[in-house]
């Protein structure tokens, strides 16, 4: 299985600083209340240490009273600005959040459909929410706090300095400490987050598609085989989780002395300062307890800074979803509409080829019916005759121009794919249908969309919702039937209105009866267009120009229906079968 690529550090720091200056003025007014929040707090301490100082030499009751209700007014006015501070900043987060999840949405969208197949929708839904989730948690509340605590510490630390510089050298005892540890860790844990992130996201996948695929699961009879994948799984997510924490165990005891050290310093330091008369007690005390005010920021630093470094790594995952370079795509339509498929061989993986050779021409205008048993490779073809995915050796060509080297949107124009998978959008049933762009410009009209329900054979019960066009469906609204999914789908093909359209089962959710009853309304919108039909049901071989029967990735038997039938090779006891 492939993977979805990862952002390196220089991107998301990147990132956040074109972040930070798209927003420069929520940015500055956020760091602004937060150095005001710190600025107020330090007054704090210095009225402390001169009530000491009063005490000391005597000073009068009203000098201490007034001191005191100073202090108070301080600590309250400290917690208004700490308020708004903090406002200010899950405003910013909020911002900064819905910028980055349209962002990755968007990108998202512009990956080659062949990219997310062959990296497993898992890996992007746990990108787009669980990723997502953490990077939310850590902008509303890691980040801020950990902003406090730099602020806090910093201003702390000019404001010792100018306090008592002899005192504050106190300070220093913590370096020797602090550096080497930081840099061994912070040498080893974006590996380590990067892994653990990657371990949950392949977690996740796994227990998406199993849930996706538990039918399919119980009916091959792989339900111990998939458990076993999902305990393997889950004990390397174990794993890369014991790893993270190991290193934490090493890395967190050494901060907690840092900040602890220094404190015994400065008292001890204060002893020998004020025995020499170098420092009195106010000045002490002041110093003190500015130590202690750097205590608490950095504590609640601790407890924030794995949610940052989760973020962070998280940031990666999302910021990896970015659209794919198509430096040589070719800009203009193939100015032909046959269809050339020359040599064609193609595999999932290196060691295991699943088309072996494929030779085909489909004149534009023809109705192609592609049958054959399951797993021989019919849907492949309709992949790489889509442009979904490229030949690992030969070509598929439209009007003599490589398939795979046309632009996306270029390419959606000429050939559209359309399979039994189906997605009912939460939405009105107009934002549903009108997800292809209109050639002409502009919205859908009413009666575009109508005619297009019409085609598709929806239209009556389009007009028994309650609210016509703008009746909400999907989760939490009006339920959408898998059949009636697959006839919205159909309705969105007919407005997108490619010239050539790969059909792989695309009818199969509905009965027999109504998906030929769908088939002959779409006739008349399909006319002129190359129709390649993928089906099981061969009475939609029987009404095409021609049939190719694919077997074992080889196409065995090409032809109309009474030549195949008057064969009587493969195609002939496929209809025997069915019938």
Request: glycine letters at 8%.
């Amino acid at each position: 299985m492939k993977k979805l690529p990862l952002a390196s550090q220089r991107d998301v720091r990147r990132w956040a600083l074109r972040t930070a200056n798209a927003h420069r003025r929520e940015f500055a007014l956020m760091l602004g209340m937060f150095c005001l929040a710190t600025l107020i707090g330090l007054a704090g301490p210095q009225l402390l240490g001169r009530l000491v100082d009063g005490v000391v030499e005597g000073g009068t009751a009203a000098r201490v009273d007034l001191l005191a209700v100073a202090f108070v007014v301080v600590l309250l006015a400290q917690a208004a600005a700490r308020k708004a501070a903090r406002f200010r900043a899950r405003k910013f987060g909020e911002l900064v959040l819905a910028e980055t999840r349209e962002g990755f949405v968007g990108n998202a969208l512009t990956l080659p459909l062949g990219t997310v197949e062959a990296a497993g929708t898992g890996d992007l839904l746990s990108r787009a929410t669980s990723d997502i989730g953490r990077l939310d948690h850590a902008v509303r509340n890691a980040a801020p706090e950990i902003l406090i605590a730099v602020v806090t510490v910093l201003l702390t630390t000019i404001a010792m300095v100018v306090t008592s510089p002899l005192l504050a050298a106190g300070l220093l005892v913590a370096l020797p400490l602090l550096v080497p540890v930081n840099v061994w860790y912070q040498r080893r844990i974006p590996a380590v987050m990067a892994s653990m992130l990657d371990r949950w996201g392949v977690l996740q996948s796994i227990a998406h598609e199993t849930v996706e695929g538990a039918r399919t699961v119980e009916a091959l009879g792989l339900t111990e085989r998939r458990i076993r994948t999902s305990r393997a799984a889950l004990g390397d997510t174990i794993f890369s989780e014991r790893k993270l924490r190991a290193l934490q165990m090493r890395w967190l005891p050494a901060l907690e002395i840092s900040y602890v050290l220094p404190a015994a310093a400065m008292l001890l330091l204060g002893v020998l300062a004020y025995s020499q008369g170098w420092a009195g007690l106010g000045t002490i005390t002041t110093m003190l307890l500015y130590t202690q005010a750097m205590a608490t920021p950095l504590n609640e630093a601790l407890f924030w800074l794995e949610d940052l470094q989760v973020a962070l790594a998280a940031a990666r995952r999302i910021l990896g979803v970015r659209p794919t370079p198509q430096g040589d795509a070719v800009a203009e339509a193939p100015r032909g509409r046959d269809i050339d498929v020359s040599g064609v061989r193609f595999g999932y993986t290196a060691d295991r080829e699943v088309l072996h050779g494929i030779d085909l021409r489909v004149p534009r205008g023809e109705r192609l019916a592609i049958v054959g048993p399951s797993g021989a490779g019919k849907s492949t073809l309709g992949r790489l005759l889509a442009g979904i995915a490229a030949p690992t050796s030969g070509s598929v060509r439209i009007g003599g121009t490589e398939v795979s080297t046309l632009a996306d949107d270029v390419l959606r124009g000429e050939v559209l794919l359309l399979t039994q998978e189906h997605h009912v959008f939460s939405g009105t049933l107009r934002e549903n249908l009108a997800l292809p762009a209109r050639r002409a410009g502009g919205e859908w009209t009413d009666d575009e969309l109508r005619a297009a329900l019409t085609s598709a054979g929806a239209a009556e019960w389009a007009a028994s919702l309650p609210d016509g066009l703008d009746t909400k469906l999907g989760s939490g609204a009006y339920a959408v039937p898998a059949a009636l999914a697959q006839q919205l789908a159909l309705a969105r093909v007919v407005l997108a209105d490619p010239h050539t359209l790969v059909l792989d089962e695309a009818t199969s959710l509905l009965d027999t009866g109504s998906a030929r009853e769908l088939e002959r309304s779409l006739n008349s919108v399909l006319e002129g267009r190359t129709v390649i039909a993928i089906a099981h049901r061969l009475h939609t071989a029987a009404a095409a120009d021609r049939v190719a029967v694919v077997e074992g990735g080889r196409i065995t038997e090409l032809g109309s229906h009474d030549t195949l039938l008057a064969a009587e090779g493969s195609y002939a006891r496929l209809v025997a079968a069915a019938s």
